[in-house]
Nanobody
Framework: QVQLVESGGGLVQAGGSLRLSCAAS????????MGWFRRAPGKERDFVAA????????YYADSVKGRFTISRDDEKNTVYLQMNSLKPEDTAVYYC????????????????WGQGTQVTVSS
């Protein structure tokens, strides 16, 4: 089992950057594929990015491709989401998730979730 805690959210102007972190408990973090999802007000939880257990494969939603980068540091049990060129439509609660099987793009593919961190982008 793994517990996830996100941090790094906040208020930023359009065009700015933020880096989200997701710290995981447990000694088997390196075995998990990790994903980032987000939920905007009144909308469903959407896929943002995912990274395979060994970091060899990454996946992005079309809406963030070229602006966001997912990475992991297994020594720190942490996965990151670097967000650049932020837009008001990126405003959402961002969640990290973990799964032993694969770096999926559907929320139901993940077994473990953090509580989320708010990102607000002002225009």
């Amino acid at each position: 089992q793994v517990q996830l805690v996100e941090s790094g959210g906040g208020l930023v102007q359009a065009g700015g950057s933020l880096r989200l972190s997701c710290a995981a408990s447990g000694r088997t973090f390196s075995s998990y594929a990790m994903g980032w999802f987000r939920r905007a007000p009144g909308k469903e939880r959407d896929f943002v990015a995912a990274i395979s257990w060994n970091g060899g494969s990454t996946y992005y939603a079309d809406s963030v491709k070229g602006r966001f980068t997912i990475s992991r540091d297994d020594e720190k049990n942490t996965v990151y989401l670097q967000m650049n060129s932020l837009k008001p439509e990126d405003t959402a609660v961002y969640y990290c998730a973990a799964d032993l099987l694969r770096a999926g793009t559907k929320h139901y593919e993940y077994d473990y979730w953090g509580q989320g961190t708010q990102v607000t982008v002002s225009s």
